[in-house]
């Protein structure tokens, strides 16, 4: 019961940086656990990052570890992740997803499209 929209996606070069955000709205923010998932071309979709809800907690597979990092502003509503080091088997599409106290996400971002070039 929280609407989410994405927005930094892009095109970039490999080794570059982009930073991605997820605006919020609908409910107290600061309920939600937040999550970045991507989707890649012919692929399903694939866990990025998580962060709790103070903040403090944050959890990333294993290919991104190092190279992501993702964080939250409670007083405006939105979460980012920044992506540096970037490669071009990051290409996805990436969506922002919000969940309560269950472990399923139910909330999600329609996605932002980001391209990295070899």
């Known amino acids: 019961q929280v609407q989410l929209v994405e927005s930094g996606g892009g095109l970039v070069q490999a080794g570059g940086s982009l930073r991605l955000s997820c605006a919020t709205s609908?409910?107290?923010?600061?309920?939600?656990?937040m999550g970045w998932f991507r989707q890649a071309p012919g692929k399903e979709r694939e866990f990025v990052a998580e962060?709790?809800?103070?903040?403090?907690?944050?959890w990333y597979t294993a290919s991104v570890k190092g190279r992501f990092t993702i964080s939250r502003d409670n007083t405006k509503n939105m979460v980012y992740l920044q992506m540096n080091s970037l490669k071009p088997e990051d290409t996805a599409v990436y969506s922002c997803?919000?969940?309560?106290?269950?472990?399923?996400?139910?909330?999600w971002g329609q996605g932002t499209q980001v391209t990295v070039s070899s």
């Open positions: 609908g409910r107290t923010f600061s309920d939600y656990t």
């Open positions: 962060i709790s809800r103070s903040g403090d907690s944050t």
């Open positions: 997803a919000a969940r309560l106290r269950t472990s399923v996400y139910r909330d």
